[in-house]
């Protein structure tokens, strides 16, 4: 039976399967620590203690059925990448939103099992659920956490997506976690464009450009704007610089996750200008629509302020008469950079600004 689970799951395409027969995390106790130094951040839904033993989510479960789908897009040019007229998207985002992907495949995975027990039960998670996929996935024998706190397959990196499927059957499991780690390497850790990596295994979140471009909801905090760079949704950098991603990791075969450039790294001017209609077409069906268009404008303008140029007042401009507050602040400070040419704009905008968010960063730029 184990086997003709992992042959099904191989067929519905994903690229790496486990079983865990463990029903608990390793990290729980680390993680509610973390959680308790306020490492999360305003990701208040962590906090859920179902995550200590997925039988508080299937009272009889026997087995966690772990696996990943591959989606490495394919290499993003150097000289696109550093191009400062254009907004950077991790790579997870280039393609679909991989939370239906993964869930249909999961769900047919799912009932596969039960076909061949009737009666039997089983649930489907793909990082929505109170699951720890990551321990669960090294238990599977699927790879180990690396210093950036990814999991890392020794074989093939870390360019994976997770889901589990949490059974009533009991199944056979010959993988153990892999004994390997990174050894002395600090590459994520020195490389963190914010310093979010505080020490190996340790991500303040707070501090994670991921974290500050996408479950962020509110202004972004003034040190850390000129550190973002080009970035507006997401970073992939402990990733890029990691030996195991360079060595193994392969582009994935699943043309729903492959590299498109409107996708990866679009003209900053272009997203300025984008109407509520129009980003919820132009980003239809991928994940970048879970920061709504304020986020992701709002991450614009930081990044037009941290390129500098001239063109970029224009489009700042615009942005300063954007509904949204949340991002003319931050037009506002981007405008800031520009000294002259910038403060002009800011001096004839706060005669006529009526929020007090904005208007505290004009005048915090004008001082």
Request: glycine share 10%; charged share 25%.
């Amino acid at each position: 039976m184990t086997g003709d689970i992992l042959s099904r799951a191989r067929q519905l395409g994903f690229d790496i399967i486990g079983i865990a027969t463990r029903l608990t995390p390793v990290h729980f106790d680390t993680f509610q620590r973390w959680l308790d130094a306020g490492m999360a951040g305003a990701m208040g839904y962590l906090r859920n203690e179902r995550r200590r033993d997925v039988r508080s989510l299937l009272d009889d479960a026997r087995s966690v059925i772990v696996v990943g789908a591959n989606y490495a897009g394919g290499e993003l040019d150097e000289t696109v990448r550093r191009d400062p007229s254009r907004g950077i998207i991790a790579s997870y985002a280039w393609g679909k939103d991989y939370h239906p992907w993964m869930l249909s495949r999961l769900e047919k995975l799912s009932g596969f099992i039960e076909s061949l027990t009737p009666g039997s039960r089983s649930l489907a998670y793909v990082d929505t659920g109170p699951v720890m996929e990551r321990d669960f996935a090294s238990l599977a024998g699927l790879g180990f956490i690396g210093k950036n706190t990814c999991l890392i397959h020794p074989r093939r990196g870390s360019y994976f997506f997770l889901g589990v499927v949490i059974t009533n059957i009991e199944l056979t499991s010959d993988s153990n976690p892999p004994n390997i780690s990174c050894g002395t390497c600090t590459r994520c850790i020195k490389t963190c464009p914010t310093g979010a990596l505080l020490r190996p295994y340790v991500l303040d979140a707070r501090r994670c450009i991921s974290y500050l471009t996408i479950e962020h909801k509110g202004a972004i905090p003034h040190e850390l704007r000129p550190l973002i760079g080009n970035r507006i949704f997401g970073c992939d950098d402990c990733q890029l610089v990691c030996p195991w991603n360079a060595k193994f990791s392969r582009e994935t075969r699943l043309v729903d996750f492959k590299n498109s450039p409107e996708q990866s790294a679009p003209e900053l001017f272009s997203l300025a200008h984008l109407t509520e209609e129009e980003f919820q077409k132009r980003f239809a069906g991928t994940v970048v629509l879970r920061t709504k268009r304020r986020g992701l404008l709002r991450n614009v303008a930081v990044s037009l302020g941290n390129w500098g140029a001239k063109e970029a007042i224009a489009p700042l401009t615009k942005l300063l008469d954007d509904d949204e507050p949340l991002i003319r602040g931050h037009a506002a400070w981007a405008l800031g950079r520009f000294s002259e040419a910038g403060r002009r704009v800011l001096k004839k905008r706060k005669w006529i600004e009526t929020d007090e968010g904005v208007l505290g960063e004009i005048e915090g730029t004008l001082r």
